[in-house]
């Protein structure tokens, strides 16, 4: 027995020796410097997929074939360097960080997601109106080429419908419909020639524009009679748009309030507006500018459905990122224990600052809300997935007043700030 406790002895002095590192105190990791590099990583994460998103696109010609034919290459290219200039405020957050300074290594950070996020929606938007959607960020054109050819068939059928259609126009417009044959379209599609069924529309596109030219041409020749159709047809087209959007379940007055208009009346004065000043130029013989406020107009109203399309798309394949925060009271005095349910309600993965969910309490001071309690956490970055919960449970001190719950976080997919309040009070 003696023996085995002299050996025990002699281990424990042995310890030291044996593990140096065991001596040595941990050196603090300082907070700011912790949460700095978090959302340094969230940013380069992010720029990472928006890159990968951009390349992406630029690699499918056909698909940038369609956006150069929608006239959206600028839209892209300007995209493009918005990304260079995220990327470029990234680097710099990353030089301040190593300096030291975390204030502005975070502001310089935010910026940066900012303009990530910016880019990642507007590469949607892009694809969609050239005639493409995306689909966990792949490019996919085939079925949104045939969303193109129709948009540019009901086109057709709306220039048809303003009557007395030149036949130079007519002709132009007959082999257009052509190239466009729906049925012709999916079975090039479905031998995989996409290539081809991207031509047609293009080709059809500039059909398209001849006959119109020609038609303007002679819309010129014909004066006041023809501006009065043509006004007629302005009107007709709206009331179109309108049942369209509602048709599509789309809420019309919201489509109308993107283009500047709070209301169907709005939209309704602008026309009365066109037609009194295209009836102006044609009384005093300017017919080029009547043309021009008519083709101001039909722009308007190409972009209005495309808007709607836009809205459909975003309605049927946008990340829906919703949060939901409840708290529940209770008294043990002096303290009052809060217990606070997070959940993700929305059908995108959340992500949190810390691990206390961003969580901060504010109390109401003279009608605005003050910070007034944030709860020691772990720099760390929390994920809630679509359904999950959590609960944090606090044991605060809080003088009598009215208070909320605020809970901070992130979309993972479209890096949108999303937040949630429960308001409770201390009597």
């Not at 302005?234 to 048709?247: G, M």
Request: aromatic fraction near 8%; glycine fraction near 4%; charge should be positive.
């Amino acid at each position: 027995m003696r023996r085995v406790y002299s050996s025990i002895i002699v281990l424990l002095m042995l310890l030291p020796m044996l593990f140096p590192t065991l001596a040595i105190s941990a050196t603090p990791i300082n907070p700011e410097a912790k949460r700095v590099e978090n959302m340094l990583n969230v940013a380069y994460k992010s720029r990472n997929r928006v890159e990968a998103l951009v390349n992406n696109v630029k690699a499918n010609q056909t698909l940038m074939n369609l956006i150069s034919a929608a006239g959206l290459m600028g839209a892209f290219n300007g995209n493009v360097t918005l990304l260079g200039n995220g990327e470029n405020l990234l680097k710099t957050a990353n030089e301040t960080y190593s300096a030291g300074n975390y204030i502005m290594a975070l502001n310089y950070t935010f910026q940066a997601l900012d303009i990530f996020r910016d880019v990642f929606r507007n590469i949607h938007v892009i694809v969609g109106k050239a005639g493409g959607y995306l689909e966990r960020e792949s490019v996919i054109v085939a079925e949104g080429l045939i969303v193109a050819a129709n948009r540019t068939l009901e086109r057709i059928k709306s220039i048809r419908e303003l009557g007395n259609i030149p036949s130079e126009a007519d002709e132009k417009l007959s082999e257009a419909e052509a190239l466009l044959n729906t049925a012709e379209l999916r079975s090039l599609l479905t031998k995989g020639n996409v290539s081809e069924v991207a031509y047609r529309i293009a080709d059809a596109e500039k059909l398209v524009a001849d006959a119109l030219k020609i038609i303007k041409s002679k819309a010129e020749e014909k004066c006041a009679e023809r501006m009065d159709k043509f006004i007629a047809k302005v009107n007709e087209t709206f009331d179109k748009i309108i049942e369209k959007a509602r048709s599509l379940g789309v809420n019309a007055s919201e489509v109308l309030k993107m283009f500047g208009f709070k209301n169907l009346s709005e939209i309704q004065e602008m026309k009365n507006n066109l037609i009194g000043k295209v009836r102006s130029y044609i009384k005093f013989g300017n017919i080029t500018q009547a043309i021009k406020e008519m083709d101001k107009a039909m722009e308007k109203i190409r972009n209005m459905n495309m808007e709607m399309e836009r809205v459909r798309y975003i309605a049927q394949y946008h990340f829906n990122a919703k949060l939901e925060v409840k708290v529940e009271k209770s008294v043990k005095k002096p303290f009052i224990i809060l217990d606070i349910t997070i959940t993700n309600t929305g059908n995108a993965t959340l992500i949190f600052p810390n691990s206390a969910f961003g969580l901060t309490i504010e109390r109401s001071v003279d009608g605005s809300w003050k910070p007034v309690y944030t709860p020691i956490s772990a720099q760390v970055l929390m994920m809630l997935r679509p359904g999950e919960s959590r609960h944090i449970v606090l044991r605060v001190e809080l003088p009598a007043g009215t208070y909320r719950v605020a809970v901070h976080a992130m979309c993972e997919k479209i890096f949108t700030p999303v937040t949630a309040y429960a308001e409770f009070t201390i009597p």
